[in-house]
C-alpha cells in the first residue's frame, strides 16, 4: 500500500530554514559580492555598476512570478531553485581563482540573482498554500526573523569567516617597527633590498626591521615628492591597483565607447574640475613632519596567478608615528622580485625619542574566498535536500494545467495598476525615497576598505563583518521593530515625515566619517548602528505605503509590481554611485547623498494618507 503524502507538518520544522535560504543569497548578491570584489581589486566604479544590474531579477520579478503559479508546484520550484542556488554559488568558488575571474564570476552571480528571485516567488506563495490565515499571521514574524538572521549571517558572519581564511591562507604575519629619534640623520634614503634566496617557506622580508626617522621637520616639497615617487612605484610595479577603475577584470583594450567617449569622459572631466576631492596647495617651504621609507619583498615566487596581499595597520606603540603610503599591497608572479615601498611619517610637533609598532598580515584571497563560496554551495546542497523531504505537499499547492485568458487577465491586473489618477506621484515615492541610501549601500563597505590614504578607513576584512554586517545589521532590525510598533500606535499618516527624515538625514554619520577619518573602532560602529537604526525605522514608512497603493481586488499582483519599482530605485542609482565615487571622492560623494535628500522628500509633501491606517486594530 502507498504511503500518503503529509499534507500538513509542524510549521517550525520548515519556516524557519526556508526564510534563511530565501535571505542568503539576496545578501549574497547585494552585499557579499560588493566586499568580494573590492578585496579582488576590482575598482568602485564596476562594482557599483555590475553588482547594481544584479537587481534586475528583482525589479522584473513580477513578470515570471504567474509562470510559477502555472508550471509545476511551489514546492518543486523550492527544492530546484535551491539546487539551482547551490550549484550557481559553487561556480563562483570555481572561477575566482582564473584569471578573469570578474566575467566569468558575474555570470553566475546572474544564474544566482534569477534563481533567488525565482525562489521568492515560490516561497513565499508556498507559505500562503502551507498554513491557514491563523498560522500565517502568528508566523509572519518568525519568517521576517529568520530572514533578518540569514541578513545577519550574510554581512556578518560570512564576511567574518571570509576575512578568517584570507589571514589561514597567508604567510606568516610580519612586524615592523618605526622609531622616531632626534640623534639621526635628517636625510631619506631608499633602504638597500638584499636578494631572495627562493629556498625554503616563503615569507616577507622587510629592510630595514626598524626604521629610524629623525625628529627634524621637512618641507612639504620635500614631502610632496617622496610621496610621490613611493606611489608611483607602487602602481607602477602592480604593489598597488591604479585608482581610475584599472582593474584585474580589464582586458586591456583600449578602444573607447561612443558612450565613453561622448558622455562619461566629458562628464568625468567637468565633475573632477569643478566638484573633485582637491588637496590644498601650501608653500613648498612649509614645514611638516620628517618620513621614512621601509621596503617590503617576498622571499620567492608564489603561485601562478595568486596574488598574496599584505594589510598593515598600526599595531602599538606612539599614534605620533603613521603609515601614510602601503596600507595595501598586492604580490604576484610579476612582481615579486620587486620591492614594495612604505611611507611612515612622524607628527611635526614631535620632539622626543619615540616608536611604534605596525603589523602586516597577508592571506591568498582567491583561495580565501573560494572556500566561502564553497562552504554556501554545500549548505543550499543540504537545503534542497531537507526541504525534499521536510516540506509539505499542501492540497492547494497542485499544477495547474488551464491557460486559457491567462493572457488577457494577465495584463488587466496590470494596467489597473497604471491607470490610477495619483501613479505618477506613487512611482515617485517608490523611485526617489531611498534615492540616497541606494547609492551609499553600494559605497559604505568600500569605503570601509579602502586604505587611509585613499580616503577610506582602513579596515579589515573581519572588521568590517563585524561593525557593519553584524552590529549594522542588528540596529537595522531593531529599527525595524521600533518602526513597526510606531506605526502600530499612531498610524502612516503621523509618522510618515518622522520616518522620512529618519532615512536621510543619519546619513551624516557617513560625512563625518569621511572628513574626520575615525580609528576608534567604537566610534565608527556608533556611526554604523546610528545610521542603521534610523534607516530601519525610515523604511517602516516605506513598506506600509507599498501595502498602501496595492489595497484593492489585485492586492498580491500590485504589490509585487511595486516591490518591482522598490528594486528599480535601489538599482539604477547604485549603478552610477562608483563611477561618481571614484571621481569626486568618498567626502563630496557622502556630501552628495545627503543632497539627494532633496528630491527624496519632495514626493512626501504630495502625499495623502487615510488618517489611521496602520494603526493596529482592537478585537
Known sequence: MKQSKPTTRNPWAWIPTLYFAEGIP????????????????ISNTDIALYTSWLYLPWVIKPLWSPVVDLLKTKRWWIVVMQLVIGAALGGIALAIPLPVFFKITLIFMW??????????????????????????????????????????????LLIILAGFFETATGLPPVEINAAASPSVLKEIVLPEVAQATGTGESYFMVYPQKAEISTQNITTAELD?????VSAHNIENGFIHAPAGKTLAHSGKTGESWWTTHISSPLKIFLKEHFGDKTTVVSGSKLTGNVGVVAVKLSGKPEKDKEMVLNLKFSNGDKSIKLIEGERLAFNTGNYEKPAYLLFQLDPKLNRATEATFKGTSGNLQLAWSITFIILAAMFAL?????????????????????????????????SFFK??????????????????????????????????????????????????????????????SGGLAAAKKGLKFWLWIMALAINLPHLAYVYMAYFQPENHWIIGLCVVIE????GFGFTAYMLYMIYVSEGEHKTAHFA?????????????????????????????????MLCMIPGLLPVFFVKIKPGFGIKKKD
Open 225 to 229: 615628492s617622496i610621496r610621490k615617487f
Open 26 to 41: 539576496y545578501v549574497v548578491v547585494m552585499t557579499v559580492a560588493v566586499i568580494m570584489f573590492k578585496r579582488l581589486g
Open 561 to 593: 509590481i511595486a516591490t518591482g519599482f522598490m528594486a528599480l530605485g535601489m538599482m539604477i542609482p547604485g549603478m552610477f554611485s562608483g563611477w561618481l565615487q571614484d571621481i569626486i571622492g568618498y567626502k563630496h560623494f557622502f556630501v552628495w547623498v
Open 383 to 415: 537545503f534542497s535536500v531537507y526541504h525534499r523531504f521536510i516540506l509539505p505537499y499542501p492540497a492547494a499547492d497542485v499544477h495547474k494545467p488551464q491557460h486559457q485568458n491567462f493572457l488577457k487577465e494577465f495584463f488587466k491586473t496590470f494596467g
Open 420 to 481: 490610477r489618477k495619483d501613479i505618477g506621484l506613487i512611482l515617485s515615492f517608490l523611485l526617489l525615497y531611498r534615492l540616497g541610501e541606494s547609492q551609499i549601500v553600494k559605497m559604505a563597505s568600500p569605503f570601509m576598505l579602502d586604505p587611509r590614504q585613499l580616503g577610506g578607513l582602513g579596515l579589515t576584512t573581519g572588521e568590517v563583518g563585524l561593525l557593519y554586517g553584524t552590529f549594522g545589521i542588528l540596529a537595522l532590525t531593531v529599527g525595524g521593530i
Open 532 to 535: 542603521q537604526f534610523s534607516y
Open 111 to 156: 544564474l544566482l540573482a534569477f534563481s533567488s528571485a525565482t525562489h521568492d516567488i515560490a516561497a513565499d506563495g508556498f507559505y500562503m498554500l502551507g498554513l491557514d490565515e491563523h498560522k500565517q499571521a502568528y508566523f509572519v514574524g518568525i519568517r521576517s526573523t529568520f530572514y533578518r538572521i540569514a541578513m545577519i549571517t550574510g554581512q556578518g
